[in-house]
């Protein structure tokens, strides 16, 4: 069964930090391209990363760029976020999904093929 479970979300101030993770099981996480995707309550979700299958590339969300980064390690099947400078505007739930065509770098959250349930992050001012 291909699952994805994120982790690690929680309560922090402002301009504190935080990691998430995504623990992949029932595939091959070299085979998929992944994104980290947030919704906060009443808007859409929204892209946030996206980080290719050998994490040789990544692309960021302008809101976020200098401030998060995405990892990922093949042979663990985890993908990570790490977040710095967190800002009350970072509250949202948090979303990894995973992407089967390794050549698109998708900001869609309909490219995406599997997803998560989701961990909170909750910033406060």
């Known amino acids: 069964q291909v699952q994805l479970v994120e982790s690690g979300g929680g309560l922090v101030q402002a301009g504190g930090s935080l990691r998430v993770s995504c623990a992949a099981s029932?595939?091959?996480?070299?085979?998929?391209?992944m994104g980290w995707f947030r919704q906060a309550p009443g808007k859409e979700r929204e892209f946030v990363a996206v980080i290719n299958w050998s994490g040789g590339s990544t692309s960021y969300a302008d809101s976020v760029k200098g401030r998060f980064t995405i990892s990922r390690d093949n042979i663990k099947n985890m993908v990570y976020l790490q977040m710095n400078s967190l800002r009350p505007e970072d509250t949202a739930a948090y979303y990894c999904?995973?992407?089967?065509?390794?050549?698109?770098?998708?900001?869609?959250?309909?490219?995406?093929?599997?997803w998560g349930q989701g961990t909170q992050v909750t910033v406060s001012s």
């Open positions: 029932g595939l091959t996480l070299r085979r998929y391209t």
């Open positions: 999904a995973g992407d089967t065509t390794l050549w698109r770098m998708g900001t869609d959250s309909q490219s995406y093929d599997v």
